[in-house]
């Protein structure tokens, strides 16, 4: 069982940076791909980064790429979102989930597939 907490959602200006953050308990989490979704008010939960379980292979929504980027560190049981440049538009409830199937390579962008998710973390980035 994995459980997963963010952190490091606030209000920023357009033009701006910040850093989520993913703790995970369990000792599973460092066999397990991870990935950031997000909801906007209004609006279905999108995929916005993932990254395997070993950190070796890295997607992303074409909205962030370029802006945004997604890392673990598994000694540390946590996974990280970089945002820089952000704008109005990310302003939405940014949510970590992991892989239900261990040792994938090649993670997942689909919603579905991920098992664990954690309690979510608001962002709002101002025009």
């Known amino acids: 069982q994995v459980q997963l907490v963010e952190s490091g959602g606030g209000l920023v200006q357009a033009g701006g940076s910040l850093r989520l953050s993913c703790e995970a308990s369990?000792?599973?989490?460092?066999?397990?791909?991870m990935g950031w979704f997000r909801q906007a008010p209004g609006k279905e939960r999108e995929f916005v980064a993932a990254?395997?379980?070993?950190?070796?292979?890295?997607v992303y929504a074409e909205s962030v790429k370029g802006r945004f980027t997604i890392s673990r560190d598994n000694a540390k049981n946590t996974g990280y979102l970089q945002m820089n440049s952000l704008k109005p538009e990310d302003t939405a409830v940014y949510y970590c989930?992991?892989?239900?199937?261990?040792?994938?390579?090649?993670?997942?962008?689909?919603?579905?597939?991920?098992?664990?998710w954690g309690q979510g973390t608001q962002v709002t980035v101002s025009s």
């Open positions: 990254i395997s379980w070993s950190g070796g292979n890295t």
């Open positions: 369990g000792r599973t989490f460092r066999t397990q791909a």
């Open positions: 989930a992991a892989d239900s199937v261990p040792l994938v390579s090649r993670p997942s962008q689909e919603s579905n597939r991920y098992g664990y």
